[in-house]
């Protein structure tokens, strides 16, 4: 069964300081990083949501074989990209969509596989993490309509999620579920000298 990915990189980051896609962080940037991941846990296509600093991305992210979207109403919240995320793949062969948001870097692609293998075009599941809910977040196709009537402001799926609880997938063991929200939150870096870096038009 075919499950996409679906990216959400359109957020402007301004607890953190900076576009968050555009984090460099272990010698990538984080929208390179997620992409790669969703790739690697088998999701087909994979589409990534810019906003913010769209023009940034495209001229400094290495993205290959990613579909990129722009959302021009990113401003409005993550809602809006979830939009159009599942605007975008509906004229895909897709029966379901992986979900992840830019800034969870400990999220590694076993956990990807684990929530795509439970593929179906009415699932419904999300990572937990020591019985917290986190992401990524698994959506069948037959759900993408009432979805996206439930996505609105910066809340994304938990409107829809609060109403029809998912399956609850434990992935602490294969993956961390930690947003970055500041530069404190980030994972230790790999190497001392490294620093997290912007680019001059954010």
Same mark, same amino acid.
């Given at each position: 069964?075919?499950?996409?990915?679906?990216?959400?990189?359109?957020?402007?980051?301004?607890?953190?300081?900076?576009?968050?896609?555009?984090?460099?962080?272990?010698?990538?940037?984080?929208?390179?990083?997620?992409?790669?991941?969703?790739?690697?846990?088998?999701?087909?296509?994979? $589409? !990534? =949501? *810019?906003?913010?600093?769209?023009?940034? @991305?495209? /001229?400094? #992210?290495?993205?290959?074989?990613?579909? +990129?979207?722009?959302?021009?109403?990113?401003?409005?919240?993550?809602?809006?990209?979830?939009?159009?995320?599942?605007?975008?793949?509906?004229?895909?062969?897709?029966?379901? $969509? !992986? =979900? *992840?948001?830019?800034?969870?870097?400990? @999220?590694? /692609?076993? #956990?990807?596989?684990?929530?795509?293998? +439970?593929?179906?075009?009415?699932?419904?599941?999300?990572?937990?993490?020591?019985?917290?809910?986190?992401?990524?977040?698994?959506?069948?196709?037959?759900?993408?309509?009432? $979805? !996206?009537?439930?996505?609105?402001?910066?809340?994304?799926?938990?409107?829809?999620?609060?109403?029809?609880?998912?399956?609850?997938?434990?992935?602490?063991?294969?993956?961390?579920?930690?947003?970055?929200?500041?530069?404190?939150?980030?994972?230790?870096?790999?190497?001392?000298?490294?620093?997290?870096?912007?680019?001059?038009?954010?």
């Amino acid at each position: 069964m075919t499950v996409a990915g679906l990216l959400l990189a359109a957020g402007a980051g301004r607890r953190f300081g900076m576009p968050k896609a555009l984090v460099r962080h272990r010698g990538r940037l984080f929208v390179e990083h997620a992409a790669q991941v969703l790739h690697e846990g088998g999701c087909v296509p994979v $589409v !990534v =949501v *810019l906003g913010a600093s769209a023009d940034a @991305v495209r /001229a400094s #992210a290495s993205l290959p074989g990613s579909a +990129l979207v722009d959302n021009p109403e990113w401003t409005t919240g993550m809602g809006s990209s979830l939009r159009a995320g599942l605007s975008t793949l509906a004229s895909s062969v897709a029966q379901a $969509v !992986v =979900v *992840l948001p830019v800034d969870t870097p400990g @999220v590694t /692609a076993l #956990a990807i596989r684990r929530l795509a293998d +439970l593929a179906a075009p009415d699932a419904l599941a999300r990572a937990t993490y020591f019985g917290r809910p986190g992401h990524p977040v698994l959506i069948g196709r037959d759900r993408w309509p009432d $979805v !996206v009537k439930a996505a609105v402001g910066d809340a994304g799926a938990r409107p829809y999620l609060s109403s029809h609880p998912p399956l609850e997938v434990p992935c602490e063991d294969v993956a961390s579920g930690d947003d970055v929200d500041r530069p404190s939150d980030l994972p230790e870096l790999s190497d001392p000298g490294e620093k997290v870096t912007g680019y001059p038009d954010e």
